[in-house]
């Protein structure tokens, strides 16, 4: 088993099978008071910079949450970034 798939293989006995696609991941950390935080893309394992601004419930978002998201340039470094970001609740046809 390669590194990467062990860190996969880490995640899902954590966090249990996240919901298919590539614009999912995990909630890495959260820092209320500065307005940002980071997540872990499902397939990639790259971390993604948010901003309070781009996710929604922000200030209820916790490490380790599932989330969806969509990937868009970070115009500030020139890099990419997630927005869009929502809580993903298994099983649930509703909005929050």
């Known amino acids: ?3 990467i798939e062990s860190v ?8 249990g099978e996240l919901p298919e ?4 991941g995990i909630i890495f950390s959260v820092r209320k008071k ?3 935080g980071f997540l872990i893309e499902r ?3 790259k971390m ?18 599932l989330v969806t998201f969509r990937v ?12 869009n970001v929502e809580r ?8 929050d």
């Open 48 to 65: 993604l910079f948010f901003h309070a601004s781009q996710a929604a419930y922000f200030f209820q978002l916790e490490p380790g949450d």
């Open 1 to 3: 088993m390669s590194a």
């Open 88 to 95: 993903y609740n298994e099983g649930s046809n509703e909005d």
């Open 34 to 36: 500065k307005q940002f």
């Open 43 to 45: 397939m990639s394992l």
């Open 72 to 83: 868009e340039e970070d115009e500030k470094n020139g890099g990419v970034m997630a927005a």
């Open 8 to 15: 996969r293989e880490d995640i899902r006995k954590t966090w």
């Open 21 to 24: 696609g590539p614009t999912c």
